[in-house]
């Protein structure tokens, strides 16, 4: 595959694309190597099946399709994921990995360190076994020597659901140009646009100049010309690392009092996982649509933070006692005691709707009444948690907690 050509005049096309600001400048490289293990064989072929799919087709909305149709071989695509190994994000690049091989193409996906690490035995790193059983590959290592760890493979595609700035990034980028990669995307985060007063986030809004992510946005800009942004919020969804829900249902289970900062209604999003996936597969397949362009990867609907704590008693069929505090006078931490922003943090995905056709398939009610009953079948109900910092804030407000 023929390298393409540099082109940050893309930044600038008449179709209705949301570009980065010109006058951020990336940072200097910083890559450091550690050992790599190799990759085994790549299944050619398999048959459609809904065991493929990162999601069961029963919590999708009635407008979705919930199979995936098969690319054909002039369409397929063979796509490397480069993947995190801690964060809410890991689970990104399992949902993207399953749901492209379920569409015809071939899969790799690089994730950072060593498979014999101890993080690996986690969500969703000890389920890797659903991407090897549906044909992809799954290797590990360090992303400033991919080269080495995809052992010279080529590919038409590459994620990059790894870096936060450009020293972890621009390794990847480089290779990836140098190698003949024809689309890179990358996961950005919404979490770079500044506070506004007028919610929501829609692509183009201003952004946080020295936010790692955004000097990531241009240099790939700069280097690529056929390339997409991906900026997600929260989200939910089997094999998530990170708790969301399960911090409402580690309270509503034990009948204790969830501690919202502020008045709780503030807005959020809060998306399934496989809306991420299904709108990074889009880009995939429509290269030409997702070209040079930002999206917000995120549901359609936002959800006040005491809506999700109400969502999630609902799922979990028990009562809720929603208590608000101001954090200050408490003197505690909101982003230590609370899983979400003490402030309005929603963003609108409409880029992805209007540019590739996509369609978010989160249903919160009933999503979460499959993610509660995971919860319960992993045992988490029955575990013992600490409290501490509920408890400073309950104590501080005078409300009793069940013994």
């Known amino acids: 595959m023929a390298a393409l050509a540099s082109s940050s005049s893309s930044l600038f096309t008449s179709k209705p694309s949301i570009h980065l600001p010109s006058s951020l400048s990336p940072c200097l490289l910083r890559s450091s190597v550690s050992p790599?293990?190799?990759?085994?064989?790549?299944?050619?072929?398999?048959?459609?099946?809904?065991?493929f799919l990162p999601f069961p087709s029963s919590s999708r909305r009635s407008n979705v399709c919930s199979f995936s149709v098969r690319a054909s071989s002039a369409d397929k695509k063979n796509v490397l994921i480069v993947n995190t190994n801690s964060g809410g994000h890991a689970v990104i690049g399992f949902y993207f990995a399953k749901q492209l091989l379920g569409s015809g193409h071939e899969v790799t996906i690089l994730t950072v360190g060593e498979e014999?690490?101890?993080?690996?035995?986690?969500?969703?790193?000890?389920?890797?076994?659903?991407?090897?059983?549906?044909?992809?590959?799954?290797?590990?290592?360090?992303?400033?020597?991919?080269?080495?760890?995809v052992a010279g493979a080529s590919f038409d595609v590459v994620l990059d659901n790894n870096g936060k700035d450009i020293d972890s990034v621009r390794p990847v980028i480089d290779w990836a140009k140098s190698s003949g990669v024809k689309q890179f995307l990358f996961i950005s985060s919404a979490g770079i646009y500044k506070p506004t007063d007028e919610p929501p986030h829609v692509e183009g809004d201003t952004v946080k100049a020295d936010a790692g992510h955004v000097g990531v946005e241009q240099y790939i800009a700069e280097v690529f010309s056929s390339w997409a942004v991906f900026r997600p919020q929260y989200m939910i969804g089997s094999g998530n690392?990170?708790?969301?829900?399960?911090?409402?249902?580690?309270?509503?289970?034990?009948?204790?009092?969830?501690?919202?900062?502020?008045?709780?209604?503030?807005?959020?999003?809060?998306?399934?996982?496989?809306?991420?996936?299904?709108?990074?597969?889009?880009?995939?397949?429509?290269?030409?649509?997702?070209?040079?362009?930002?999206?917000?990867?995120?549901?359609?609907?936002?959800?006040?933070?005491?809506?999700?704590?109400?969502?999630c008693a609902q799922a979990a069929g028990r009562p809720v006692n929603i208590v608000h505090y101001d954090p200050k006078p408490v003197g505690?931490?909101?982003?230590?005691?609370?899983?979400?922003?003490?402030?309005?943090?929603?963003?609108?995905?409409?880029?992805?709707?209007?540019?590739?056709?996509?369609?978010?398939?989160?249903?919160?009610?009933?999503?979460?009444?499959?993610?509660?009953?995971e919860y319960v079948k992993i045992g988490r109900d029955k575990k013992a948690i600490k409290f501490e910092l509920d408890d400073k804030i309950l104590e501080s407000l005078k409300v009793p907690v069940a013994a």
């Open 36 to 51: 790599i293990s190799s990759p085994s064989a790549l299944t050619s072929s398999f048959a459609i099946s809904h065991s």
């Open 116 to 149: 014999s690490s101890d993080k690996m035995k986690k969500p969703p790193f000890n389920r890797f076994s659903e991407i090897v059983s549906a044909g992809g590959k799954t290797v590990w290592g360090d992303p400033a020597e991919v080269g080495k760890v």
């Open 241 to 311: 690392n990170k708790d969301c829900e399960e911090w409402f249902f580690d309270r509503i289970v034990r009948d204790r009092p969830i501690p919202i900062p502020g008045s709780g209604m503030q807005l959020t999003n809060i998306a399934h996982v496989r809306d991420l996936s299904s709108m990074l597969t889009l880009a995939v397949e429509k290269p030409d649509e997702a070209h040079a362009n930002i999206f917000n990867c995120v549901s359609d609907r936002a959800v006040t933070l005491d809506g999700m704590a109400k969502l």
């Open 332 to 373: 505690v931490d909101a982003k230590k005691a609370f899983p979400f922003r003490n402030m309005h943090f929603y963003a609108e995905p409409r880029a992805a709707q209007e540019i590739l056709g996509w369609k978010s398939s989160t249903n919160l009610p009933e999503d979460l009444k499959e993610r509660f009953e």
